[in-house]
């Protein structure tokens, strides 16, 4: 069974970059037709997909996120990665990192993690 485990620090300061690791393990995240997303959920907010990379490095993007969003992958660790540019303390929210297969939706998340956007 695929799973998943976020990584990164619970604070960042406003205007700074945002970055968080995904931990695959169970699975290649270079199988056909696997994708790999990151959703997140601000507090008293519902959840938002934030963008994913596919099985060959394609990469898709939220357009409300797609100008400060960089998902990226490193296969030799079978990691993928986010990156946000320029946070507010909106962005404060629980990050998941997920894996989905193509046809059949989302498979299994991470267990998430809190990451604050405080000076």
């Known amino acids: 069974q695929v799973q998943l485990q976020e990584s990164g620090p619970d604070l960042v300061k406003p205007s700074q970059t945002l970055s968080l690791t995904c931990t695959v393990s169970?699975?290649?995240?270079?199988?056909?037709?696997?994708?790999w997303s990151w959703i997140r959920q601000p507090p008293e907010k519902g959840l938002e997909w934030m963008g994913a990379i596919g099985y060959a490095g394609s990469t898709y993007y939220s357009p409300s996120l797609k100008s400060h969003t960089t998902i990226s992958r490193d296969t030799s660790k079978n990691q993928f990665s986010l990156q946000l540019s320029s946070v507010t303390p909106e962005d404060t929210a629980v990050y998941y990192c997920?894996?989905?297969?193509?046809?059949?939706?989302?498979?299994?998340w991470g267990q998430g993690t809190q990451v604050t956007v405080s000076s």
């Open positions: 169970g699975g290649s995240i270079t199988t056909n037709n696997y994708y």
């Open positions: 997920v894996f989905g297969v193509g046809g059949k939706g989302w498979m299994n």
